[in-house]
């Protein structure tokens, strides 16, 4: 797998995917600059009238429940109904899953239309595990990373996602192997949206790479590494938002190749 990723950086930029999301208020500036940056074209659109319409024009959807309500519900399962129909890959990033009964519910929904990927940070997959198992054994677990492996194994197996849980460690649970990534840069997490960020880079590479477990590892790689080298020149946040975008956009093989982190299990 190591020796494809940086090819698959350099066929997103190359084949320049579109990109649906649905998406939450938050991040909608910062998750598509972040698309724009590694080669994709984004769009956000959830009328009811053009959704289906506008699924049908993308390579591949995002779906983030961040700021839910039942207009956006509806919309999200609309799409990713017309994008299961026409077999396009979707990722589900379940924001805040396990802090209400009703994102809770919204998110059983649409696990049930199998995403290709789900993206989130340890206690959103042990949440959302925990929610969607009829025993609670092996999913109950505080919220590191390397805890949610047990319940990631379960929504992988259950719903044949490839399951990323990001983190101080990107850890990529798919069929027969599990991935660990050790880049980024704690001050990533001082910066709103950069996991939905994520998310949608994600929603890029699976729509230009065939294998959706290396197309993860190869997005969640180019995310982590380029936070880890914008922290290096940032004074804080704010400056870490502007230069990832730019690093995002400017990484080279060299840089790729000599900070990754990777390991395999």
């Known amino acids: 797998m190591e020796q494809n990723l940086w090819k698959h950086i350099i066929a997103v930029r190359q084949s320049s995917p579109l990109v649906h999301n649905i998406t939450n208020f938050v991040v909608m500036n910062t998750t598509a600059n972040a698309l724009l940056a590694v080669g994709a074209s984004p769009i956000m659109a959830h009328s009811h009238a053009e959704v ?44 805040g899953a396990g802090a209400t009964s009703y994102r809770d519910a919204v998110l059983s929904q649409l696990l049930a239309h199998n995403p290709a990927v789900v993206r989130g940070n340890a206690s959103e997959i042990l949440a959302l595990a925990k929610a969607n ?58 910066v709103t949206g950069l996991g939905c960020s994520a998310s949608a880079v994600i929603g890029a590479f699976v729509a230009a790479v065939a294998a959706p477990a290396e197309a993860v590892a190869a997005a969640m790689a180019l995310f982590s590494i380029s936070g880890e080298l914008a922290a290096r020149q940032s004074n804080g946040p704010g400056t870490l938002q502007v230069l990832l975008l730019d690093k995002l956009y400017t990484l080279s093989e060299q840089e790729f190749n000599d900070s990754l982190n990777i390991r395999y299990a």
């Not at 207009?71 to 990033?93: G, H, R, S, T």
């Not at 009829?134 to 505080?142: E, M």
């Not at 919220?143 to 319940?151: I, P, Q, Y």
């Open 52 to 95: 289906e319409e506008m699924t049908s024009l993308c390579q591949s959807l995002v779906v983030n429940i961040g700021t839910l309500d039942d207009y956006f519900v509806d919309a999200m399962l609309l799409a990713v109904q017309k994008a299961n129909e026409q077999k396009k890959p979707w990722i589900l990033d379940p924001v």
């Open 133 to 190: 198992s009829t025993a609670t054994k092996g999913v109950d677990s505080t919220a590191k990373s390397d805890e949610a492996v047990d319940a990631a194994r379960f929504i992988q197996q259950k719903y044949g996602s490839v399951v990323c849980i990001s983190g101080e460690t990107d850890i990529i649970v798919s069929q027969n192997q599990t991935v660990f990534i050790r880049n980024g840069n704690a001050l990533m997490t001082k």
